[in-house]
């Protein structure tokens, strides 16, 4: 291994943390998810999912992280030896997948920020994204080129992420001062400015008022558990690969409960400023909120610049701001995929880490032009969906099967009180050996019933069976390149004994 770093502050750590659960998610996808399963009373679930599952799966994966100093991929071979890397590779190539097009997504919201200057998308934001801008075209099988503006939000987008991570901790540390609080600082305007505007509160009506009969209903007590998993970007590698450089007698326990209500609550807030604008231009237009309400790609590229034109004063201003914050929220979390991939290599080659995470960056960035051409849009949501649906639930049901049957949970978790202020008692024991994995295999039961009968997004067959050759070709992968690499040089005297 390079010479070992360390973070230099708990501090550092958490934000490290926070900054890769705090993206783009908790603005575009939670409160849509809470709006559209019981409003206020949704919160139930989502507590209980964060209790139960979220925290649970954090302080493993920080455990493991910490324990082994490793990637996922050796940390998995350190604690349990043999093939069980395998999901640490299936969480790696993930990690690297899911940046390729992260990134295209920044890469727009770079590009809006510029189009904020002069209200570029006009009075039609949908003819504008779509069509001016994506040039999307008639469908999955006509790609048409690269999109050149795109291509230079992705250069900005990628130097970026590069300069966020060339040094490992040392410039992680730095970065996420201005990637963390800055989103945070511009929620907190968007908020203010929301509420202050006509129709905000019916808008906040709609996402608060609680309907507690959705709690009768197992889809809404699904979308809560899979919000908290995505949201805390568990499955990932990520959480692992960070946790490898606490130093010392460090705190788990503590540290996971913070980082996992500091992502929820900035979810929970992020939803205020998301539908008080909505209610906003559902008042300026006359129209119910119901009727604007979007989630993902649409919130943002298409109904906000649309509140944005409509506000009273300074919407230049506000736009910049906006795709600003958006860059902001997601280069955080882009990096840190880069960094889960990175680790799991920095463990089997030897090469300087500026270099190793350069090739991440470049090999990433050029597999991401293909996101860039006419048919990217639906691409990304192809390969997105399937990754989500089935592979990141596959790795965390790995992950908790592992511990919680080979490994066995009292010894990881008696590791990780040891040097926190507060103690998981045996409770841990159960939700990693049963709730957790009980959910993930339903969740994915489901999908893979659903997915068969039912092709994703009305995309034609051969789309869907690129999805399901990802989902089988990763795993193949991961498979290969366990029996292909050697167990590396260190050994394992990095294991932080108990
Ligand atoms: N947790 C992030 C969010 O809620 C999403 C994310 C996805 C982060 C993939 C890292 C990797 O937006």
């Excluded at 040392?170 to 511009?186: A, Q």
């Excluded at 900035?266 to 400023?273: D, K, N, P, R």
Aim: aromatic share 16%.
């Amino acid at each position: 291994m390079a010479e070992q770093q360390f973070w230099s502050s708990r501090t550092t750590f958490i934000l490290a943390v926070v900054g890769s659960a705090v993206g783009l998610g908790n603005l575009w996808r939670f409160p849509y998810i809470a709006y559209a399963n019981g409003g206020g009373a949704f919160l139930i679930p989502y507590l209980i999912a964060l209790l139960t599952a979220g925290i649970p799966l954090l302080i493993l994966e920080m455990g493991v992280g910490y324990k082994t100093r490793a990637g996922a991929p050796l940390a998995f071979r350190k604690l349990l030896g043999g093939r069980y890397d395998i999901a640490g590779w299936i969480a790696a190539l993930i990690a690297f997948l899911i940046v390729t097009y992260y990134a295209v997504i920044i890469a727009w919201s770079v590009d809006y920020a510029f189009f904020s200057l002069d209200l570029a998308w006009g009075s039609d934001p949908g003819a504008f994204f779509y069509g001016s801008f994506l040039g999307l075209s008639e469908g999955v099988s006509t790609f048409g080129t690269i999109n050149m503006l795109i291509l230079a939000g992705a250069v900005v987008a990628w130097l970026w992420i590069y300069f966020s991570i060339f040094k490992g901790v040392r410039s992680v540390e730095k970065m996420v001062w201005i990637t963390v609080v800055l989103p945070w600082l511009l929620i907190i305007v968007f908020v203010i400015r929301g509420v202050t505007l006509p129709g905000a509160m019916d808008g906040i009506a709609y996402y608060l008022t609680p309907d507690f009969g959705a709690l009768l209903n197992i889809d809404v007590w699904i979308a809560a558990y899979g919000q908290i998993f995505y949201s805390l970007s568990l499955g990932m590698a990520i959480i692992i690969a960070y946790s490898r450089f606490l130093g010392e007698e460090q705190d788990v326990v503590k540290n996971g409960i913070i980082i996992a209500f500091a992502n929820s609550f900035t979810s929970i807030f992020a939803g205020l400023a998301v539908f008080s604008t909505l209610g906003y231009l559902a008042h300026v237009n006359g129209v119910a909120v119901t009727e604007v309400v979007r989630s993902g790609i649409e919130l943002v590229f298409v109904t906000y610049p649309a509140a944005i034109s409509a506000l009273p004063v300074a919407p230049e201003f506000f736009g910049v701001l906006f795709f600003i914050m958006l860059v902001t929220l997601g280069i955080d979390s882009a990096f840190s995929l880069v960094e889960a991939t990175s680790a799991a290599i920095q463990d089997y080659i030897r090469k300087p880490e500026w270099l190793i995470n350069g090739v991440i960056c470049v090999v990433a960035f050029v597999v991401g032009t293909f996101y860039m051409t006419s048919s990217g849009l639906y691409w990304l949501d192809i390969v997105d969906h399937y990754i989500m649906y089935f592979l990141l639930i596959l790795v965390g049901l790995s992950e908790t099967v592992f511990i919680g049957y080979v490994y066995g949970p009292p010894k990881l978790r008696a590791f990780v009180n040891q040097f926190s202020d507060w103690r998981i008692g045996r409770w841990w024991d159960y939700c990693i050996m049963l709730i957790v994995p009980g959910f993930l295999a339903i969740a994915l039961l489901i999908n893979v019933v659903d997915g068969i009968t039912n092709p994703y997004g009305g995309y034609p067959g051969f789309a869907n069976l690129v999805g399901w050759g990802i989902v089988i070709t990763i795993p193949v992968l991961a498979v290969i390149i366990s029996f292909l690499v050697k167990e590396p040089p260190a050994g394992d005297e990095d294991v932080v004994s108990e």
